[in-house]
Antibody, heavy 119, light 107 residues
Framework: EVQLVESGGGLVQPGGSLRLSCAAS????????MHWVRQAPGKGLVWVSR????????TYADSLKGRFTISRDNAKNTLYLQMKSLRAEDTAVYYC????????????WGQGTLVTVSS | DIQMTQSPSSLSASVGDRVTITCRAS??????LNWYQQKPGKAPKVLIY???SLQSGVPSRFSGSGSGTDFTLTISSLQPEDFATYYC?????????FGGGTKVEIK
């Protein structure tokens, strides 16, 4: 069974940093592109970033470039999102999602981890 | 960036109703259009991929159609468990973009 479990969320002050993790199991992690998607409270889904299987190709939402860094450790089956210079508007549930191999689709999602940026 | 516009943003319907949600892309995206269902406090779940393919395990009352810029999600007979928010998403190019969502509520 495919499982994605995010962790690392919490309360952080404006300007602070946080690293999110997404532990993957039930599939060959190193074969899949992976994504982060976020959702502010009561709002819609917003794509954040994606990374290819070997970590050599990375794309970010333009608004987040320079503050967020996606990475992965295939030996640990884990996806990461390093966030810095956090702002109130970064408050959201952050989901990791698996990219299906044969179709352009985010086919499995984690349960999400809540990041709250507040003083 | 490709903008995805969903309509309506919300609707009220009764069990057994036929429900149609539309999604329009700001440019041609072929059939690289997916539909997700999200219930409160839960992660999105795939319903339809590449515009019209039903995800494994999803009831056949859900269907999708369209290509180019205009797409439709149809629920042929609304069931109690279908009350949720629905999102379209384009995967033609990055940044991936989602529609604003359609909240389906009980009438």
């Amino acid at each position: 069974e495919v499982q994605l479990v995010e962790s690392g969320g919490g309360l952080v002050q404006p300007g602070g940093s946080l690293r999110l993790s997404c532990a993957a199991s039930g599939f060959t992690f190193g074969d899949h592109w992976m994504h982060w998607v976020r959702q502010a409270p009561g709002k819609g889904l917003v794509w954040v970033s994606r990374i290819n299987p070997d970590g050599s190709r990375i794309t970010y939402a333009d608004s987040l470039k320079g503050r967020f860094t996606i990475s992965r450790d295939n030996a640990k089956n884990t996806l990461y999102l390093q966030m810095k210079s956090l702002r109130a508007e970064d408050t959201a549930v952050y989901y990791c999602a698996r990219d299906a191999r044969d179709v352009r689709l985010l086919d499995y999602w984690g349960q999400g981890t809540l990041v709250t940026v507040s003083s | 960036d490709i903008q995805m516009t969903q309509s309506p943003s919300s609707l009220s319907a009764s069990v057994g109703d036929r429900v149609t949600i539309t999604c329009r892309a700001s440019q041609i995206i072929s059939t690289y259009l997916n539909w997700y269902q999200q219930k409160p406090g839960k992660a999105p779940k795939v319903l339809i991929y590449t515009a019209s393919s039903l995800q494994s395990g999803v009831p056949s009352r859900f269907s999708g159609s369209g290509s180019g810029t205009d797409f439709t999600l149809t629920i042929s007979s609304l069931q109690p468990e279908d009350f949720a928010t629905y999102y379209c998403q384009q995967y033609y190019s990055t940044p991936l973009t989602f529609g604003g969502g359609t909240k389906v509520e009980i009438k």
